[in-house]
């Protein structure tokens, strides 16, 4: 059995509704070990309905598995990670109901990507509580952000999910009404017309993990096939 650690959620630098859950309940899923699956999930508000169901899956995959939540940036849980290591949740309504707990909450000096990075790089578990870690961030600058290695934690597995966001640009343009495209006349009003460029903005973490570990690109507008391809990941399918 496995023993899942938490998964790790960023709550956004913006007033937005971004969700998180510690990488241990992602990695719940392994049925290779000889260990329940610990996991814990870090992630931000915006991701809530997608952990949600990420954890649903792994406790029905692996019952007998425990997870664990995290937010950093505007939340009001706690900047230290061992508090989620002493809240390892083994049934899926005591994990939800830890997710209801990850909203949006203005303070003033809020963890960025950068800081929560290093904290779990220092995070101490000799116990053995967490096998697994999955970290969600829809953060679109990846470039300056360090190495997801918490070499002082017994990990099987590190996911690192990096969540692609769209926004659709206004593009407009002008022309002439059809019943004047025969009679063109000098001073003839144009008619604007509106299309919507979409465009995709790509979290890619490939870099912030090492190429033992597992990066993945899931939109946040997910499917269930997206809800999957990390379930199996976390499960090592």
């Known amino acids: 059995m496995f023993k899942p650690l938490h998964f790790e959620s960023e709550c956004s630098n913006e007033p937005l509704l971004r969700t998180g859950v510690?990488?241990?309940?992602?990695?719940?899923?392994?049925?290779?070990?000889?260990?329940?699956?610990?996991?814990?999930?870090?992630?931000?508000?915006?991701?809530?309905?997608?952990?949600?169901?990420?954890?649903?899956?792994?406790?029905?995959?692996?019952?007998?598995?425990?997870?664990?939540?995290?937010?950093?940036?505007?939340?009001?849980?706690?900047?230290?990670v061992e508090t989620s290591l002493e809240k390892m949740r083994g049934k899926l309504d005591?994990?939800?109901?830890?997710l209801r707990l990850m909203e949006y909450f203005k303070i003033q000096d809020p963890l960025t990507t950068v800081n929560a990075i290093e904290k779990l790089n220092e995070v101490q578990d000799p116990k053995g509580r967490a096998n697994c870690l999955v970290f969600f961030s829809a953060k679109q600058n990846t470039k300056f952000l360090p190495l997801l290695y918490p070499n002082h934690m017994n990990l099987d597995r590190i996911i690192a999910v990096g969540l692609n966001s769209m926004f659709t640009t206004p593009i407009v343009?002008?022309?002439?009404?059809?019943?004047?495209?025969?009679?063109?006349?000098?001073?003839?009003?144009?008619?604007?017309?509106?299309?919507?460029?979409?465009?995709?903005?790509?979290?890619?973490?490939?870099r912030v993990v090492t190429k033992q570990q597992v990066a993945l690109s899931i939109p946040l507008n997910h499917l269930d096939e997206d809800v999957q391809i990390i379930v199996d990941a976390i499960m090592g399918t």
């Open 94 to 98: 005591d994990f939800v109901n830890d």
């Open 173 to 206: 343009t002008y022309c002439l009404p059809p019943i004047a495209l025969n009679n063109i006349e000098y001073g003839q009003k144009l008619i604007p017309l509106t299309f919507f460029s979409k465009n995709v903005i790509d979290t890619n973490l490939d």
């Open 22 to 80: 510690p990488l241990s309940s992602q990695e719940k899923g392994l049925l290779s070990l000889q260990r329940s699956k610990q996991l814990i999930f870090f992630s931000g508000i915006q991701e809530g309905d997608l952990i949600h169901k990420v954890g649903h899956d792994l406790f029905d995959r692996s019952p007998h598995s425990s997870i664990g939540l995290w937010a950093y940036g505007y939340t009001n849980f706690s900047k230290s």
